[in-house]
């Protein structure tokens, strides 16, 4: 079984000053790891994906995510907030089973003060 | 390149009404699909998923259904709307890979009234 948790509900942090959004996973496997993007009233988006090549994964907008396994981590951060990256933030766990089911953590709220 | 269509963006509709949403996907073949909702203030939680024509996996029992009458085409369902049912819907479409993730329609609001 997989799941994954975020750490933080709500992260609050100020434009220009660093961002860091935590989060958690269990899988019985090795597992393939997400960060996906939702801004309000919209679909979401995919931020950067860890799929057991290099350990620190870079995506899109300045994010990227770090992959611990002897933290079971995945913590995605940005050296400086922008307004625009207010929006939820959703950590993602896959093990493949032919289907390709992703279990998704319960998000995080990021709001950007200017 | 692919691209995933989902519609209507809003809808309302009075509790006891039926429900159909659409999702279609271009420029892939054989997608694996799958509807999600997503409740105010909540995470988001698979409802169905399909790796072929007609195939359809249900996650949790509920009041709502999915076909997948052609290969690209994804369809949820409901004869009679429930309060409970207001969300946010989300479709989307994997290669069923593994690793790929998934790409997510742009959703639909649902209000029950």
């Known amino acids: 079984a997989q799941s994954v948790t975020q750490l933080d509900s709500h992260v609050s942090v100020s434009e220009g000053t660093p961002v860091l959004l935590r989060c958690n996973y269990s899988?019985?496997?090795?597992?393939?790891l997400f960060w996906y993007v939702q801004h309000p009233n919209k679909g979401l988006q995919l931020l950067l994906k860890?799929?057991?090549?290099?350990?620190l994964v870079k995506g899109i907008n300045g994010f990227e995510a770090e992959f611990k396994k002897s933290e079971t981590s995945f913590h995605l951060t940005k050296p400086s907030a922008h307004m625009s990256d207010a929006a939820e933030y959703f950590c993602?766990?896959?093990?493949?089973?032919?289907?390709?089911?992703?279990?998704f953590g319960t998000g995080t709220r990021l709001t950007i003060i200017p | 390149s692919q691209t995933i269509h989902q519609w209507p963006a809003t809808l309302v509709q009075p509790v006891g009404s039926p429900l159909s949403l659409e999702c279609t996907v271009e420029?892939?073949?054989?997608?694996?699909l799958y509807w999600y909702r997503q409740a105010a203030g909540r995470g988001l939680q698979l409802l169905f998923y399909?790796?072929?024509?007609?195939?359809i996996s249900s996650e949790v029992p509920q009041n709502l259904s999915a076909s997948r009458p052609q290969d690209r085409q994804f369809i949820l369902s409901s004869k009679k709307l429930l309060l409970s049912d207001s969300g946010f819907y989300l479709c989307?479409?994997?290669?069923?890979?593994?690793?790929?993730?998934?790409?997510f329609g742009s959703g639909t609001r649902l209000t029950v009234v």
């Open positions: 989307a479409w994997s290669l069923g890979q593994g690793a790929a993730g998934y790409t």
């Open positions: 899988s019985s496997y090795s597992p393939s």
């Open positions: 860890y799929t057991s090549a290099a350990t």
């Open positions: 993602v766990v896959s093990d493949y089973f032919g289907n390709e089911k992703l279990t």
């Open positions: 420029g892939t073949s054989n997608p694996n």
């Open positions: 399909s790796v072929g024509i007609g195939q």
